[in-house]
């Protein structure tokens, strides 16, 4: 599979339909949302994939009128690829339910850090990655996900804290706040939190600020202290730092490598 575009916290407002061009897409919804297939409808209220192969006539909706948040790869495959995905349980332009969309999240965001470095081994790490979400997407095709996320306490609310600090990077998140308002002591909320998700609150926060600062990045022209300010950092060189030690490189080197991409 050979991966061409990552898009990450993509956003419409309307219903879409259209051909798929040339292209296959996956894309990851984190809404309750309608798809339209095989002249039958289905709704999945919680998170949910979808490979659309190229050629086929999309049409998906959100299930309460709201805006569409969902993220995006475009990818070609080939006759072996789709085989391979069919082995493991995937129907193409089939809707998947899934229960928890934290391994997926985490290999969307490896690969989109991962894709401007274009090392000698990137198109082997790309194809992996892929085959990873594949295998993830089977276990939740066959309801074989782990459950061990059920004997987790409170882990309904940490999956929303969690859903939130990506949703709205900027914000001055405090894990002393979030325990506060979950009434539950800052050292048990670490604990849980770490628990379920295998990192602390604090690495997501500046995980979602790095992404929102790649994307600025590769989208607009405002200057790397202007980005820093915008991600809530007060210091150019802590953010510097930080970016090239999360990015592997420093956030010129990564808008420079966007720019040629796009070329």
């Excluded at 475009?74 to 493991?88: K, L, V």
């Excluded at 979030?178 to 939190?193: Q, T």
Aim: aromatic share 10%; glycine share 4%; with cysteine.
């Amino acid at each position: 599979m050979k991966i061409n575009r990552i898009n990450l916290n993509c956003r419409r407002n309307t219903a879409s339909y259209g051909e798929i061009s040339t292209e296959c897409q996956l894309m990851v919804f984190r809404i309750p949302m309608i798809f339209t297939f095989d002249s039958m409808e289905k709704r999945i209220n919680g998170c949910s994939a979808i490979i659309y192969t190229n050629g086929y006539q999309k049409y998906f909706r959100s299930a309460g009128g709201l805006g569409i948040k969902y993220d995006m790869i475009s990818f070609r495959m080939s006759a072996a690829d789709r085989q391979y995905a069919e082995s493991m349980g995937i129907n193409m332009n089939t809707p998947i339910e899934i229960a928890d969309d934290y391994v997926i999240s985490g290999l969307l965001r490896t690969m989109t850090a991962h894709s401007v470095s274009k090392n000698r081994h990137h198109s082997e790490f790309m194809e992996l990655s892929m085959r990873l979400i594949v295998i993830a997407l089977s276990e939740a095709v066959r309801c074989e996900s782990p459950d061990k996320y059920v004997d987790i306490p409170r882990y309904g609310e940490l999956k929303a804290v969690r859903e939130a600090i990506y949703d709205d990077p900027v914000n001055h998140w405090s894990a002393e706040e979030i325990s506060e308002d979950m009434g539950i002591s800052r050292p048990y909320f670490h604990r849980l939190y770490q628990e379920a998700f295998g990192v602390t609150c604090r690495q997501d926060i500046i995980e979602s600020r790095l992404i929102y600062a790649a994307e600025l990045l590769r989208t607009t022209e405002m200057s790397v202290s202007e980005v820093a300010e915008k991600c809530g950092y007060d210091s150019d060189a802590y953010f510097m730092r930080q970016f090239k030690q999360h990015k592997g490189c420093t956030p010129s080197e990564y808008r420079r490598a966007s720019s040629a991409e796009k070329e």
